[in-house]
C-alpha cells in the first residue's frame, strides 16, 4: 500500500511541478519520477532551511512540489 501512495504523491507532484516550471514535462513515467526524487530533495534540504510543512498527505504533496520545482529548475539550468 505504501507503494502506491509512494507513486501517487511522485505522479501529483511531478504534474504540479511541471504546471509550475513549463516546459520541463517528462510524461507520466518522468513526473512521477520527477516528484519522487522532489520528495526526497525537499526531505533533506527543507528542514535544514527549518522550513516545516504540515503533515499528512497533503503536506507531503507540498514538500514533494517543491523539491520537484527544485529538480526541474536544476534541470532547466544544465540543459541551457
Given at each position: ?9 511522485g505522479a ?69
Amino acid at each position: 500500500m505504501g507503494l502506491i501512495v509512494w507513486l501517487i504523491v511522485g505522479a501529483v507532484a511531478g504534474w504540479l511541478a511541471g504546471l509550475i516550471v513549463r516546459g520541463y514535462g517528462f510524461g507520466i513515467l518522468g513526473n512521477i519520477v520527477v516528484g519522487i526524487v522532489g520528495a526526497l530533495i525537499a526531505g533533506w534540504l527543507l528542514p535544514r532551511l527549518g522550513i516545516v510543512v504540515g503533515g499528512g498527505t497533503i503536506g507531503e504533496i507540498i514538500n514533494a512540489v517543491i523539491g520537484a520545482v527544485i529538480l526541474l529548475l536544476i534541470i532547466g539550468l544544465i540543459r541551457r
